[in-house]
């Protein structure tokens, strides 16, 4: 299984990105799909979260600009990023939990992609 994240650029602040992440391989089904980031000098946080069902969850700090969406036909999730800010520079990386045919809840990461917002 491998996840493919894209999207990640410079944008000035106050302007909009969308990252995508589209899960691969022998997949029997997603769970919960999400974005983390991690800023130089910080730790890996949760920036949003989708289950199966379409139930998301935000981190405080990208309520109201950001919004998370999938598309289970396709196995990928999105991330539309509006109104950015200088702060939310890091990589961003995609997470799902899934169920291979002979393994369940598996967890699974992509690469990450980078988002510079110039102030």
């Known amino acids: 299984v491998q996840l493919q994240a894209s999207g990640g650029g410079l944008v000035q602040a106050g302007g909009s990105l969308r990252l995508s992440c589209a899960a691969s391989?022998?997949?029997?089904?997603?769970?919960?799909m999400g974005w983390y980031r991690q800023a130089p000098g910080k730790e890996r946080e949760l920036v949003a979260a989708i289950t199966s069902g379409g139930r998301t969850n935000y981190a405080d700090s990208v309520k109201g600009r950001f919004t998370i969406s999938r598309d289970n036909a396709k196995n990928t999730v999105y991330l539309q990023m509006n109104s950015l800010k200088p702060e939310d520079t890091a990589v961003y990386y995609c997470n799902a939990d899934l169920d291979e045919p002979y393994n369940y809840g598996m967890d699974y990461w992509g690469k990450g992609t980078l988002v510079t917002v110039s102030s």
């Open positions: 391989g022998s997949i029997f089904s997603i769970n919960d």
